[in-house]
C-alpha cells in the first residue's frame, strides 16, 4: 500500500471526529457479492439503474461495473433532506427523471436507508411511472433508525443507527471523496 492509499486513523469535519468503519477492501468484496446477486436476478432483462444522487454516484460506478450487463441504461435523480447529520423530515427531488418507465425494470441505487423517508417517497414516485418491476439496491442499511419499515431489496451492509461519511457518504456536502467509510467516534 502506497502512503496515499493508507487508511487515515481519524478524520475531523467541521470539529467532529470519524474514526475507520468500514475499509476499501471489504467495501469492495461486498459490492462485488450484491453485483452477482443483481446479476443471477436480473438475467434475460435491460435492466434502468437509476442513481441516487449525490451520494450514491461512488457506489452505482462501482455496482454497475461490476454486474456486467451490457444491454444496462443508466439515470440519475437527485432527492435531499439532510442537514447535518439529520434528516429534516423534508424530502425534495431536485432532479427527476426524463426516461419512460413503462414496462422497465428498474434498478435503484442508493448509498443508505436510514430512517427509510427517501427510499419510500422515491419507490411511490417511480411505481407512479408504470414500470414493470423495481429493485432497490443499497450499500448501507440502518435498521434500528426505520421510522417507515421499509427493507431494501438488497444491501452490502447491515450497520448500526450511527452517522457514517465516505464513499459517497458526506456531512453537509464534505468528505464524499473518502476511500473508506468511516464513523462518528461516540
Ligand atoms: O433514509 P433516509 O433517512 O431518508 O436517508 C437516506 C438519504 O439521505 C442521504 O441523502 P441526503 O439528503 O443527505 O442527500 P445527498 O445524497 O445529496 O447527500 C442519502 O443519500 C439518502 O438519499
Ligand atoms: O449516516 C449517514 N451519513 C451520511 N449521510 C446520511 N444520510 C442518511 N444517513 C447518513
Redesign the pocket.
Known amino acids: 500500500m502506497t502512503d496515499d492509499e493508507r487508511i487515515a486513523e481519524e478524520v475531523v469535519v467541521d470539529g467532529l471526529t470519524f474514526v475507520p468503519f468500514l475499509k476499501r477492501d471489504e467495501i469492495r468484496r461486498q459490492v462485488k457479492r450484491v453485483a452477482s446477486e443483481l446479476r443471477r436476478d436480473l438475467e434475460g432483462k435491460r435492466p434502468l439503474f437509476i442513481c ?5 454516484f461512488i457506489f452505482a460506478a462501482d455496482l454497475i461495473r461490476e454486474c456486467g450487463i451490457n444491454d444496462c441504461s443508466v439515470t440519475f435523480v ?5 442537514e447535518g447529520m439529520s ?1 429534516t423530515g423534508n ?1 425534495k427531488q431536485l432532479v427527476g427523471l426524463t426516461e419512460d418507465l413503462t414496462g422497465r425494470d428498474v434498478v435503484i441505487i ?10 419510500k417517497q422515491m419507490i411511490a414516485d417511480i411505481k407512479k411511472q408504470g414500470p414493470e418491476s423495481v429493485r432497490f439496491v443499497t450499500l448501507l442499511h440502518k435498521p434500528a ?1 426505520s421510522k417507515t419499515g421499509f427493507t431494501p431489496d438488497y444491501a452490502a451492509f447491515t450497520i448500526p443507527p450511527s452517522f457514517i461519511i465516505g464513499y459517497g ?2 456531512l453537509d456536502g464534505k468528505v464524499r471523496n473518502l476511500k473508506d467509510i468511516y464513523v462518528i467516534k461516540e
Open positions: 441516487v444522487l449525490n451520494g450514491a437527485r432527492y435531499k433532506s439532510y434528516t424530502v442508493e448509498d443508505i436507508v436510514d430512517t427509510g423517508l427517501t427510499a433508525s457518504l458526506d
